[in-house]
Antibody, heavy 117, light 110 residues
């Protein structure tokens, strides 16, 4: 069964850093495009970042502050978040793209990031 | 990248059909056949309903169907059921090789 499990969320002060992890099981993470999507409390979904092979992609709102990467030996995806802002507060979902790389088919339950002083 | 435009809410009675629109631009919805739709129940993770405009993943009911015309994509739910009450989001690939979501539509079953 395909599963992804996020971890690493927590409370951090503005300007701080956090690294989110997404452990994949039931599939080989390196052979699929993966992405991060966030949802601020009571708000809609916002695409944050994606990785397909060696290529990475970012929303303008996080470009230059967030870095997506993966450790194929651990079948784990990461999101390094630096210079965090209050508006980055959200539930962060990790998800696996469909084979075609065009839609997110397998989602985790999310990890909550709260940026507050 | 601006969010795609969806109606805030749509409602219907059990058994009816409803359609949710998703309007983008010629740089996203209008340019690519990479529109997807997601269903999200309260407190739950999103679930993929439709990808590449019209394709349903295995296990998704055929009561859900997608289409596109120009810069506007649509999701139709036929034979509306109580369990269809949820938030629905569209998403599209964009010219900058990113993805963008719509603001979401709350579906109420009367």
């Amino acid at each position: 069964e395909v599963q992804v499990l996020e971890s690493g969320g927590g409370l951090v002060q503005p300007g701080g850093s956090l690294r989110l992890s997404c452990a994949a099981s039931g599939f080989t993470l390196s052979t699929y495009a993966m992405g991060w999507v966030r949802q601020a409390p009571g708000k809609g979904l916002e695409w944050v970042s994606g990785i397909n092979g060696p290529t990475t992609y970012y929303a303008d709102s996080v470009k230059g502050r967030f870095t997506i990467s993966r450790d194929n030996s651990k079948n784990t995806l990461f999101l390094q978040m630096n210079s965090l802002r209050v508006e980055d507060t959200a539930l962060y979902y990790c998800a696996k793209y469909v084979t075609e790389g065009t839609a997110l088919e397998s989602w985790g339950q999310g990890t909550l990031v709260t940026v507050s002083s | 990248q601006s969010a795609l435009t969806q109606p805030a809410s749509v409602s219907g009675s059990p058994g009816q059909s409803i359609t949710i629109s998703c309007t983008g631009t010629s740089s996203d919805v209008g340019a690519y056949n990479y529109v997807s739709w997601y269903q999200q129940h309260p407190g739950k993770a999103p679930k993929l309903l439709i990808y590449d405009v019209t394709n349903r993943p295995s296990g998704v009911s055929n009561r859900f169907s997608g289409s596109k015309s120009g810069n506007t994509a649509s999701l139709t739910i036929s034979g509306l059921r109580a369990e269809d009450e949820a938030d629905y989001y569209c998403s599209s690939f964009t010219a900058s090789n990113t993805r963008v979501f719509g603001g979401g539509t709350k579906v109420t079953v009367l």
